[in-house]
């Protein structure tokens, strides 16, 4: 029913150009049933304001019913760098441009007739990563969450720095609510962004930390 | 105006029934999540104080960015008061039933009809649907639509959310017959 509408092959280039408000190609392409925003800000004593956003597209579950050897990279490669596009696109805007962006993190969540692997194969390749890596210009790993579920789930996305994974003042979960979505016959995709730490992080660092091993064990004081 | 955090979302529908929607139905809602102005003063009779207080501020804070958020012109709107469970669904409607409020969101769409409204109470994370309705004639049916919110960690016990909504147009596949026709 969601299936794509047939267009004749056309080449365009997205590179430079934002899908903000123009992306009505794009969405017809994968079949885009509704993208969405969230941007939260906290006022911050120190920082200003914090601000973290999320960006959401849900799109028809490419591999319905194709069943467990099927080959996903041609659908991946055609359809996750569109994914990166319109959702580092929403990241961008939300927070003021890629400088703003301290840390990042993504999602995707299948719907009920899907297989875990089809959210996997939308996130987890460079077709998705590597493009919203470039864009938030980040180098890290991108954190993520993934999973199988029904219309109206609550997420937590999480993120950590974007250029320095192991930096423990960003470790931060988004809360994400899904009305609507994913129906069972479709998936998920989600981008995060933070443009700071956790309000007041204030846990230390691997830098700080002693060594600490399984020895602590041996002298535990109650 | 103080606040614990504002939350904006919009979404946009691009396909529904199968069909792609053109332009797409836009939404978008921004939320303030602030201290209940009589938390932890009993039962107050007069509300009046508060409500000179704080509700034109949250109009004036909310409207701009509903309208910014939204990105086009507007056509339906709607408002919601969520109160932290130390409160009285009284609270939340004495921040939004005023003219103080709603006129700050009436005068940033060229508005003239009433807001429709939600108000609730309920602990952090309750879910909540905004109810929205045509700017100038809340006759029009086409207009009639409803959006699902939740806001996390909001409102905390002595909290109220507040929340204006606006929508670029009425439903995605609006194709019901006017109410004229009924009449």
Same mark, same amino acid.
């Given at each position: 029913m969601n299936a794509p509408l047939a267009q004749p092959p056309q080449l365009i280039d997205l590179s430079s150009r934002s899908t903000l408000d123009d992306? #009505? @190609?794009?969405a017809q392409a994968i079949g885009l049933r509704k993208i969405s925003c969230t941007v939260e800000e906290v006022p911050h004593h120190e920082l200003g304001v914090i601000t973290r956003a999320t960006a959401t597209a849900v799109i028809p579950n490419p &591999?319905?019913?194709?069943?467990?050897? #099927? @080959?996903?990279?041609?659908?991946?490669?055609?359809?996750?760098?569109l994914l990166a596009k319109l959702l580092a696109d929403r990241l961008l805007d939300a927070l003021g441009g890629a400088h703003k962006v301290e840390a990042f993190g993504k999602a995707a969540l299948v719907g009920s007739d899907g297989e875990l692997e089809h959210a996997g194969a939308l996130i987890h390749t460079p077709f998705f990563g590597n493009l919203l890596r470039e864009a938030l210009d980040g180098s890290s790993i991108i954190c993520f969450v993934d999973g199988r579920g029904v219309?109206?789930?609550?997420?937590?996305?999480?993120? &950590?720095h974007k250029s320095a994974a192991a930096t423990r003042t960003h470790y931060q979960t988004l809360e994400l609510f899904l009305p609507d979505a994913p129906h069972a016959g479709e998936i998920a995709v989600i981008a995060a962004a933070s443009s700071g730490p956790r309000p007041h992080a204030r846990i230390g660092d691997r830098t700080t930390d002693r060594t600490i091993t399984s020895e602590i064990l041996k002298g535990i004081q109650l | 105006m103080n606040y614990r955090k504002l939350v904006t979302i919009v979404e946009e529908i691009a396909t529904?029934?199968?069909? /792609?929607? $053109?332009?797409?139905? !836009?939404?978008? +809602? /921004?939320?303030? /999540?602030?201290?209940?102005?009589?938390?932890? *003063?009993?039962?107050? *009779? $007069?509300l009046n104080p508060g409500i000179d207080a704080v509700a034109s501020d949250l109009g004036a804070l909310l409207a701009p !960015?509903?309208?910014?958020? %939204?990105?086009?012109? %507007?056509?339906?709107?709607?408002?919601?008061? +969520?109160?932290? %469970? $130390?409160?009285?669904i009284e609270h939340g409607s004495a921040l939004i039933h005023t003219l103080k409020f709603?006129?700050?969101?009436? $005068?940033?769409?060229?508005? =003239? =009809?009433? %807001?429709?409204a939600v108000e609730k109470r309920g602990p952090a994370g309750v879910q909540f649907d905004i109810p929205l309705k045509h700017f100038t004639d809340a006759t029009i049916r086409s207009h009639h639509q409803s959006v699902e919110v939740k806001i996390a960690d909001a409102p905390h016990a002595g909290e109220i959310l507040i929340a204006l909504a606006g929508? =670029?147009?009425? !439903?995605? *596949?609006?194709?019901l017959a006017a109410l004229s026709t009924e009449q």
């Open positions: 992306y #009505q @190609d794009v &591999w319905l019913g194709t069943g467990t050897s #099927q @080959d996903l990279s041609e659908r991946t490669e055609a359809i996750a760098p219309p109206g789930e609550t997420l937590r996305v999480p993120m &950590w | 529904e029934g199968g069909r /792609v929607v $053109d332009p797409v139905a !836009r939404v978008a +809602i /921004v939320a303030a /999540v602030i201290e209940n102005p009589w938390a932890g *003063q009993g039962f107050v *009779q $007069d !960015r509903v309208i910014e958020a %939204l990105g086009a012109p %507007l056509e339906a709107y709607g408002k919601a008061a +969520i109160v932290g %469970l $130390d409160g009285e709603g006129n700050h969101f009436r $005068d940033a769409a060229n508005a =003239t =009809t009433l %807001l429709p929508a =670029t147009r009425g !439903r995605p *596949q609006e194709r």
